[in-house]
């Protein structure tokens, strides 16, 4: 998994619930973005993939076992598509071929191998509708439906991009422009070249430039007014209501090596594990948050919060050793995604209090909360998904496109063995971990129609007045406690 105003993507309603900036990394959501979709800020149901590190679409769920709110009961397996397609690990029984890599020994030079089927074979068409998020990307295109987009357009966007990605005849060539943070350029690009082996064939020629970093960086203030001319394509992980970036589920997806957080379709089985060490009534009665230390117990406060400084530099030269998600799923708080508690930005500490209190004056509710997002995970937010949806938003931007895309003279020519072979320990690890090892045997999900104004209108207004529900409790609460002291 995997924010509307624009940005409502992968990972609210799932692959699309989008993280706005003054949000936790754990995506604690604040009052303010509520009325938003997708993982997504403030006005947008989830756009972020994703898919969404979202945030990481990734630590979107992570979070939700952490604070014990999502009962990953429901995850006893793995989505039937990691079982049936992805990685070398597949306990299901399958008759169809599989290919892994085919690294190069001896020193010799890696190629690409073509052995890989060039189309899917005795494909089926799927009757399966794609979830309401995916509606996002039609919101995200929007800004290029009348004008189309165009070689000058995109290369506009090459001024912050890290990478170019060129797809024709069914192959990718990237033209990189400069280093991502760790690597999330090279666990996206991977994830492209799996999107491609599942669904050989079928993807579009296209041409897009992508960065890497996580603040938008498209202004909607800079393309308003009738002489204004329409923005450039660029792609990212996050967006917000004030941007009109093109929200992609992000790297973590695939693994996020440098945390030792692995691949999502295997970190599900983790997580549910993790959960099953302790029982909800068991659970400690706190907030679990690692980044919010002024909400910390203290001699003059007590925000019902237990809060971790967590080593990074340690962590880092140990690879990460304490950060396994499994072993943090001993406390109960906030739970992000398509139902979760909002958090006012600009009282945290407060908010962060008030939440505790509320769920532990009303357990089974918060424990519901909990259920519907692990339902949430369970049907939308699975691998599945995430790639349909980005074959889903590929394709439609690709249509958009007012020029045959060609590749480039500096392009390289990517495949999984190009990228995978020459990696090692953790990198190496997960890539083998997340590697489609056959086409997929059935045609995507069916893209949901757009939002009509007044349905979009009214899905605002209702996160709205949800959000208007809490802050007023909340003031009330304050005001006792006040009176109180």
Not at 45 to 66: D, E, G, H, Q, R
Not at 353 to 381: C, R
Request: net charge positive; glycine share 4%.
């Amino acid at each position: 998994m995997l924010g509307i105003q624009k940005k409502y993507h992968i990972r609210q309603e799932s692959i699309h619930g989008r993280t706005k900036y003054h949000q936790t990394s754990f995506c604690l959501i604040s009052l303010s973005d509520l009325h938003k979709p997708f993982t997504d800020t403030p006005c947008r149901p989830l756009k972020k993939a994703a898919a969404s590190s979202f945030a990481a679409l990734l630590l979107i769920a992570c979070v939700l076992v952490y604070v014990g709110w999502l009962d990953t009961s429901v995850f006893s397996g793995v989505s039937s598509f990691q079982n049936v397609v992805i990685g070398s690990n597949s306990t299901m029984p399958t008759q169809k071929p599989e290919f892994p890599l085919e690294c190069s020994t001896n020193n010799q030079t890696q190629t690409c191998p073509r052995e890989y089927p060039a189309t899917s074979p005795d494909i089926n068409t799927s009757n399966l509708t794609c979830p309401s998020f995916f509606r996002w990307i039609h919101e995200d295109l929007r800004y290029w439906k009348q004008t189309g987009i165009t070689q000058d357009m995109i290369e506009r966007a090459r001024r912050t991009a890290h990478f170019r990605l060129v797809i024709v005849n069914g192959t990718a060539y990237v033209e990189k422009y400069r280093n991502s943070i760790q690597t999330r350029d090279k666990f996206t690009l991977w994830g492209i070249l799996q999107l491609l082996r599942l669904y050989p064939g079928r993807l579009p020629d296209l041409e897009l430039m992508f960065d890497c970093d996580d603040r938008p960086v498209v202004g909607s203030w800079d393309y308003q007014g009738p002489d204004a001319r329409p923005p450039p394509p660029l792609f990212r992980y996050y967006a917000d209501e004030w941007s009109m970036d093109i929200v992609f589920p992000d790297w973590s997806f695939w693994g996020w090596a440098e945390t030792n957080i692995r691949p999502w379709g295997n970190l599900l089985e983790e997580m549910r594990k993790g959960k099953q060490r302790r029982k909800w009534k068991e659970r400690v009665a706190y907030a679990y948050r690692n980044d919010l230390m002024k909400c910390n117990v203290t001699d003059q406060n007590n925000w019902n919060t237990l809060l971790y400084v967590q080593d990074l530099e340690l962590e880092t030269k140990q690879g990460f050793k304490q950060s396994n998600l499994e072993d943090q799923c001993t406390h109960r708080g906030m739970v992000p995604l398509q139902h979760y508690w909002p958090i006012r930005h600009n009282s945290k500490c407060k908010s962060l209090k008030f939440a505790v209190h509320w769920g532990n004056l009303h357990p089974h509710k918060a424990q519901a909360i909990g259920e519907a997002g692990s339902n949430f995970i369970q049907e939308d937010l699975k691998m599945d998904n995430v790639y349909n949806y980005m074959f889903h938003l590929l394709n439609e931007y690709a249509k958009l496109l007012k020029f045959k895309p060609a590749i480039p003279p500096t392009a390289v020519e990517l495949c999984s063995e190009m990228m995978a072979c020459q990696e090692t320990g953790t990198w190496r690890k997960f890539m083998v971990e997340s590697l489609v090892m056959s086409p997929g045997n059935a045609t995507p999900c069916a893209m949901p129609p757009p939002y009509e104004p007044s349905q979009l209108r009214e899905f605002l207004e209702t996160k709205a007045n949800s959000t208007r529900q809490v802050e007023m409790w909340e003031d009330q609460f304050c005001l006792t406690s006040d009176k109180k002291q």
